[in-house]
């Protein structure tokens, strides 16, 4: 079954971390690019980060410097993590994991991570 699955958000304080998980089930995921998007309250879904297959990394000017994405093959699976430093409140949104570019069909429930005091 092709899938994805987001996991490891939560709530934390700002100047804290975080570290998601996307366990991507399905071959295609093996050897496209992927990355990690967001969705705040009321806004647009926006790009975080991307990895290629080998491994080369961008990132949103707004997460450059603390957040970090990587990837590695568990089994069958394609994992995918976004490692999230020096959190701030502006960082708050359900983020997703997905292709990159994003593909309609493989859009998941995402992960809810609340920056908050």
């Known amino acids: 079954q092709v899938q994805l699955v987001e996991s490891g958000g939560g709530l934390v304080q700002p100047g804290g971390s975080l570290r998601l998980s996307c366990a991507a089930s399905?071959?295609?995921?093996?050897?496209?690019?992927m990355a990690w998007y967001r969705q705040a309250p009321g806004k647009q879904r926006d790009l975080v980060a991307t990895?290629?297959?080998?491994?080369?990394?961008?990132?949103a000017d707004s997460v450059k410097g603390r957040f970090t994405i990587s990837r590695d093959r568990d089994n069958a699976k394609t994992m995918v993590y976004l490692q999230m430093n020096g959190l701030k409140p502006e960082d708050t949104a359900i983020y997703y994991c997905?292709?990159?570019?994003?593909?309609?069909?493989?859009w998941g429930q995402g992960t809810q991570v609340t920056v908050s005091a």
């Open positions: 990895i290629t297959s080998g491994g080369i990394t961008n990132y």
């Open positions: 399905g071959s295609i995921f093996g050897i496209r690019a």
């Open positions: 997905n292709l990159y570019p994003g593909s309609r069909t493989y």
